[in-house]
């Protein structure tokens, strides 16, 4: 049995989970989220634990079953506490701010890029160098956050772009010259 699949997910803070007609509903402070539960797994509320089994032993449902139950267990943890994905921008002239519902990206290109954040994702900019992207939908930060840092990746050359927060980046040393 799956290690991961088999763990309980508990309930906190007034979060409730839903099953029916096969669409997992999570609804907590922070808003409310859904997803189809895949053919096979099944879902059962006892109280405040969660429960996620699996119908039998096939290998595909048995690969499913850690994998629903953490989409289960993120979409708990989304609506109770959210989730944030921390950027940061470096190299000179390279700055962001936030202008209504848009990020504005100045990063040595010849014309600003605007960024639309879509429903559901709030954006927050300290110091114009750093970006905080936040929401309920694990899956739907972490993306926002890649195609950001895909405006500029950081060049590992002259260490400018935008990275992660938490990345480390090692500087590599530039061509030599010739004598």
Known sequence: MSRIGKKPIPLTGGT??????????????????????LDGIELSIQGDVVHVTRANDDKKLKSYHGLMRTLINNMVEGVFKGFEKKLEISGIGYRAELQGNNLMFYLGYSHPISFPLPQGITAQVDKQTLIT?????????GEIAAK??????????????????NEVLRKKAGKAGKK
Do not use: H, Q
């Open 133 to 141: 992207i936040k929401g309920i939908d694990k899956e739907l930060v």
């Open 148 to 165: 950001i840092r895909a405006l500029r990746k950081p060049d590992v050359y002259k260490n400018k772009g935008i990275k992660y927060a």
């Open 16 to 37: 409730k989970v839903e099953l029916k007609d096969g669409i997992v509903t999570v609804t907590g402070p922070k808003g409310t989220l859904s997803r189809r539960l």
